[in-house]
């Protein structure tokens, strides 16, 4: 079994400031590692994903993510954030059987 | 760009009633889930659907949930009779393989 920690519930930060979004993860086995966005009121959006390959992935809207397997992390970042990424950000995980486990998300509050 | 579609978007019941939650997930998809999420709460793992069949399901999904695909298009979640409890966002998705598409959610409220 997959879990998640997120391990901010909230971040607050200033307009073109960087962000970073910590998620940790336990898995027995093999993942792919996923961000989540879900703005108010609205359904889950992928910003970006890591399946294989290069550790360093990127996704929409400026967003990257990098897996480290000896960390068990997959931390995302913005370099600068605009008022429009105020949101909530879900981490997670899966296995071979391509079901979701979420974290208990961040939200991300962008203040001009 | 081909999206899951779930309907409606928002429904409220009454406890004890029955609901049916719908969705349309991407056609040539093969995996199909159900989530829900508790308002302030993560979301959380209902069930998986493969083949015409479930190949998972949380212990949330009791004997009050069931899935069906029945016409080969459509995938809905029932609830056979509902609870304060059950009182969420239900997001349907489907997936190729990896990745999972997510709809925009059916609000439940149970009131």
């Known amino acids: 079994a997959q879990s998640v920690t997120q391990l901010d519930s909230q971040v607050p930060v200033f307009e073109e400031a960087p962000v970073e979004l910590r998620c940790n993860y336990s898995?027995?086995?093999?993942?792919?590692l996923f961000w989540y966005v879900q703005y108010p009121n609205q359904g889950l959006q992928l910003l970006l994903k890591?399946?294989?390959?290069?550790?360093l992935v990127k996704g929409i809207n400026g967003f990257e993510a990098e897996f480290n397997k000896s960390q068990t992390s997959f931390h995302l970042r913005k370099p600068s954030v605009h008022i429009s990424d105020t949101a909530e950000y879900f981490c997670?995980?899966?296995?071979?059987?391509?079901?979701?486990?979420f974290g208990a998300g961040t939200t991300v509050t962008v203040r001009a | 760009e081909p999206e899951v579609t779930q309907t409606p978007s928002h429904q409220v019941t009454q406890m004890g009633q029955e609901v049916i939650l719908r969705c349309v997930p991407i056609s040539n998809h093969l995996y199909f889930y159900w989530y829900r999420q508790i308002l302030g709460q993560k979301v959380e793992f209902l069930v998986s659907f493969y083949n015409n069949e479930i190949s998972e399901k949380s212990e949330i999904f009791d004997d009050q949930f069931s899935v069906e695909r029945p016409d080969g298009s459509n995938f809905t979640l029932k609830i056979r009779s509902t609870k304060l409890e059950d009182s969420a966002m239900y997001f349907c998705a489907s997936s190729p393989r990896s990745e999972a598409f997510f709809g925009q959610g059916t609000r439940l409220t149970v009131v």
């Open positions: 898995s027995s086995v093999s993942v792919y």
């Open positions: 890591y399946l294989s390959g290069s550790t």
């Open positions: 997670a995980v899966s296995g071979n059987d391509y079901k979701l486990s």
